[in-house]
């Protein structure tokens, strides 16, 4: 795919640095009580620039999903600040939050979440459609093409591979031109060349559309497509891999027990 796009305006990677898209102040979310209390997340800041693809990575129990969950609004931390776009998601009603996840967040998860009896061009504007907002075309034919899902679109999950099943919900995440998309696992359910494509795109979409991506894995390959990676053990922050490679990552998580 030699496909070349531009960034949308207010997505440009030359602006990454003005302001975090996503930003966590001590993060403490602790699960159980007394004897049986753990410890999930301890005291976590974090900053995840504008524009940039970060995985976070750890061990298992290491605190990297209850984080995920806890900025994308999925879950609720016990104390502390987690600002999306500026907004302290923490300070919000449960409507304000269905609307911002709705509005401003895009997911892509292990599993890829499709509505099976839609086409692949309906399950892409599923939330648009949802919150009964027109699709921008110019935007839609962007994605899709960047995506190589131009002649799949009618098309409906059934009929199209794992990994093509997988560039829709990446699609339906990107549509909305959210402030950050959230991946968890996003390749786990594929074999390695379809995880491979579903990972570049995930890279192009940062580096040619400017989006914000952070993606919870426990491959290795998979982080090294991030242009950082982000370390936690026993729910604490415990360090960071500037353009990361698989063997970089693999040392960095063998020192960690991961």
């Not at 360090?239 to 693999?250: H, K």
Request: aromatic share 4%; net charge neutral; with cysteine.
């Amino acid at each position: 795919m030699t496909t070349s796009v531009h960034a949308h305006p207010g997505l440009n990677r030359d602006n990454a640095t003005s302001s975090p898209a996503v930003q966590a102040v001590s993060l403490t979310k602790n699960y159980g009580r007394g004897a049986t209390r753990v410890s999930a997340l301890r005291e976590v800041s974090v900053n995840f620039d504008a524009g940039r693809f970060t995985a976070i990575m750890g061990p298992s129990g290491s605190g990297k999903s209850t984080l995920m969950h806890c900025l994308a609004g999925l879950d609720t931390a016990d104390s502390g600040q987690i600002l999306v776009g500026g907004t302290d998601i923490t300070a919000l009603n449960d409507k304000q939050l269905t609307a911002l996840r709705r509005d401003r967040i895009g997911f892509v998860f292990q599993a890829f979440n499709l509505v099976p009896t839609l086409t692949a061009e309906q399950n892409i504007t599923l939330p648009l459609a949802l919150a009964n907002k027109a699709t921008d075309t110019a935007w839609f034919d962007t994605v899709v093409s960047t995506l190589g899902l131009k002649d799949r679109l009618r098309h409906r999950p059934h009929e199209l591979s794992g990994g093509q099943q997988q560039r829709v919900a990446v699609a339906r995440a990107l549509l909305t031109r959210p402030d950050v998309v959230f991946g968890d696992e996003p390749t786990g359910n594929l074999d390695s060349t379809a995880g491979g494509e579903v990972l570049a795109l995930l890279r192009r979409s940062s580096r040619e559309m400017g989006q914000t991506i952070i993606m919870v894995t426990h491959d290795p390959v998979a982080a090294s497509y991030a242009d950082r990676v982000v370390l936690m053990s026993d729910g604490n922050l415990v360090g960071e891999i500037a353009e990361p490679t698989a063997a970089s990552v693999l040392a960095a998580l063998g020192k960690l027990g991961g």
